[in-house]
Structure formats: structure tokens, C-alpha cells
């Protein structure tokens, strides 16, 4: 029998698929619409990733997201970023629909995206506490910028850029938070219900796919990225 899908796992699910959007815009000088609210008990802490390491001193504030679909994963914690990344789509505060109702009141400020260049006037203009960028391109010179504006977690090395799996990227985020704990769960939620698929669809074992997109042309994703 399927279990029901829970909220948290719905979202999780949601950024395995990878689809992430769009557009909107808040004030700089608003306070953080979310921050983590994980207590002192997890913080300081360390996180290590394909530059080194990242000392994060206390429970962030104001938290950026710069890769394409990290807010969907640092939604699924229960934490509503101060600015999200636009990646496409037409919704309010690039959040898509399955994240909606963890966005709630939330009105993150949307930075529009311009290929892998990332905005370094405008991150630093948010004043962020922590940036996080799973997601993403970003360079060894891009993290040092980052750096110098914020504590900022870039992307696994143990990946190939844009090709970070759902559950790592989740559990990189956890990290990054101070919420492995829930982050594993959300996890093991999620694989119940990859589980449960393949248990009431046994003729999908052996079957192969191909993720596709239509833009100006057709696009065919790769192999390594989560949302094929």
C-alpha cells in the first residue's frame, strides 16, 4: 500500500525532480523573510565542499540562495530564504507549487538569473549571514568573491557542477543549517516513496527514460542531472 505524501517529502521530491522558477522582488532593507532558527546547540560548525571548508559562526538570519533550485530544499527544512535564485517559470518569489505552502507569507527577494554569472553587487547588497550555492557553476574565483561577502557552501566535489544527486544536496543543506537530523528523515521519506513506486509498478525494473525540455529548441538532460 502507498503511504500518503507528506508535505515534507512532497518537497523533497519536488527538488529531486529538479524544476525550479521565477520571478519577484522584495526590499533589501526588509527584515529576513525566514531564517533557520535551529538554536545555539548546532552552531558553530563546520561544512566541508568542493573549495575547502566553511566555517558558519552562528544560526544564519539572512540566508541566500544562488543555485538554480537550493530554495526548494532549504523550504523543505522549514526555512524561508531572505533571496532565492530565478531559474524559469512565471511564480511568485520563483517558488513552484509544490513548495507553496512551505513558502507560506514568505516574500524572498528573486535575483534574476543571467547564465552562470552570479550578481555579486546585488548578493552583497542583501547583506547575507550565509550563501548557500549546491546547484550551480560556481568557480573557485566565484567562491572567493562569495567568500568575501558571506560564509558560502558551494557545491560537493564529489559531483559533477549542475549534477549534485537530490539526497546529497538535501543532506548538504542539512549540514550546512544544523538540520541533519531532519534533513535524513525528509530522505528516507522520500526513498519510502521511490520504493513504494517501484513496488506497485514492477514493469518499469530494466526500463530506461529520457528528461527532455522544450524552450526555443529541445533540450535533453544529461545523465548526472537529479532531475533526470
Not at 505524501?5 to 522582488?25: H, I, K, N, P, Q
Not at 537530490?166 to 521519506?189: F, H, K, N, S, Y
Amino acid at each position: 500500500m502507498s503511504r500518503p505524501l507528506s508535505r515534507r517529502a512532497f518537497l523533497a521530491t519536488g527538488a529531486a525532480l529538479g524544476v525550479v522558477a521565477t520571478t519577484s522582488c522584495g526590499s533589501e532593507d526588509e527584515a529576513p523573510s525566514g531564517s533557520t532558527d535551529t538554536g545555539d546547540a548546532a552552531f558553530p560548525r563546520t561544512v566541508t565542499h568542493k573549495y575547502g571548508q566553511t566555517d558558519i559562526p552562528g544560526t544564519p538570519q539572512r540566508l541566500v540562495t544562488v543555485g538554480l533550485n537550493d530554495h526548494d530544499f532549504v523550504l523543505a527544512l522549514g526555512i524561508v530564504p531572505t533571496a532565492v535564485t530565478d531559474w524559469y517559470g512565471d511564480y511568485p518569489h520563483a517558488v513552484w507549487p509544490w513548495a507553496e505552502e512551505a513558502l507560506g507569507d514568505g516574500t524572498p527577494e528573486v535575483m534574476p538569473r543571467n547564465e552562470d554569472q552570479l550578481n555579486f553587487e546585488l548578493i552583497a547588497s542583501l547583506r547575507p549571514d550565509l550563501i548557500l550555492g549546491q546547484y550551480t557553476g560556481m568557480s573557485e574565483a566565484d567562491y572567493g568573491t562569495l567568500s568575501d561577502i558571506a560564509p558560502t557552501v558551494a557545491q560537493s566535489a564529489d559531483f559533477p557542477d549542475y549534477g549534485m544527486p537530490w539526497d546529497a544536496t538535501m543532506l548538504a543543506v542539512g549540514d550546512a543549517l544544523g538540520r541533519r537530523p531532519e534533513a535524513e528523515q525528509i530522505v528516507a521519506d522520500t526513498e519510502r516513496l521511490f520504493a513504494d513506486a517501484r513496488a506497485a509498478h514492477p514493469e518499469f525494473e530494466g526500463r530506461t527514460a529520457v528528461v527532455a525540455e522544450k524552450f526555443d529548441t529541445y533540450v535533453v538532460r544529461g545523465a548526472t542531472d537529479p532531475r533526470t
